[in-house]
């Protein structure tokens, strides 16, 4: 098993930025593949980005591409994704996940975290 604990979300007016981390524990490998979904009220959750566990091969969504980046330091810290030059349609509630690998699905889901932009 796999926990992840997100935090960084809350309020922010547009053109400022946020990061958010998400901490993982358990059972992880190498393999691993560590990714950000988001969900807006009345909408489906979507991609927002996705990086290998050793910190390469990074994977953006093209509505955040320019503006977002994910990142870790090393395989034991945490994942962050660094929210820039924000948007109001940006407001979600942002997940961190994972999965064993790159083709596989995401079978661990964080709580989430809120991220609210205001125009």
């Known amino acids: 098993q796999v926990q992840l604990v997100e935090s960084g979300g809350g309020l922010v007016q547009a053109g400022g930025s946020l990061r958010l981390s998400c901490a993982a524990s358990?059972?992880?490998?190498?393999?691993?593949?560590m990714g950000w979904f988001r969900q807006a009220p009345g909408k489906e959750r979507e991609f927002v980005a996705a990086i290998r566990w050793s910190g390469g091969n990074k994977y953006y969504a093209d509505s955040v591409k320019g503006r977002f980046t994910i990142s870790r330091d090393n395989a034991k810290s945490p994942v962050y994704l660094q929210m820039n030059n924000l948007k109001p349609e940006d407001t979600a509630v942002y997940y961190c996940?994972?999965?064993?690998?790159?083709?596989?699905?995401?079978?661990?889901w964080g709580q989430g975290t809120q991220v609210t932009v205001s125009s």
């Open positions: 996940a994972a999965k064993a690998a790159i083709m596989s699905v995401y079978d661990y």
């Open positions: 358990g059972r992880t490998f190498s393999t691993y593949v």
